[in-house]
């Protein structure tokens, strides 16, 4: 069992930041691949960016040059900085993680950005 625990939500201005972290502990692969995942009302979760153990990454084109995914392998943490947010990134975000051929998700942090 693999279990996630996200932090770093909350409310912020548009244009604003915010830092997102999640710890991954249990049982978990030296190579795994880490990610955030995003919901908002109404809309199907969506991919916002991967990173793998190597690492290589993978951001979707709506959050290209605004957020960065880094991680510490030593601590199986992965952070998504996030800058200039905008209001239509406002969502609930997932951390997941993918090890041992299985997905795992974290229970979600709550990003508002007002407009």
């Known amino acids: 069992q693999v279990q996630l625990v996200e932090s770093g939500g909350g409310l912020v201005q548009a244009g604003g930041s915010l830092r997102l972290s999640c710890a991954a502990s249990g049982s978990i692969l030296a190579s795994n691949v880490m990610g955030w995942y995003r919901q908002a009302p109404g809309k199907q979760r969506e991919l916002v960016a991967w990173?793998?153990?190597?690492?290589?990454?993978n951001y979707a084109d709506s959050v290209k040059g605004r957020f960065t995914i880094s991680r510490d392998n030593t601590k199986n943490t992965v952070y998504l900085q996030m800058n200039s947010l905008k209001s239509e990134d406002t969502a609930v975000y997932y951390c997941n993680v993918l090890t041992r051929g299985l997905n795992y998700w974290g229970q979600g942090t709550q990003v508002t950005v007002s407009s």
């Open positions: 990173i793998s153990t190597y690492p290589s990454t």
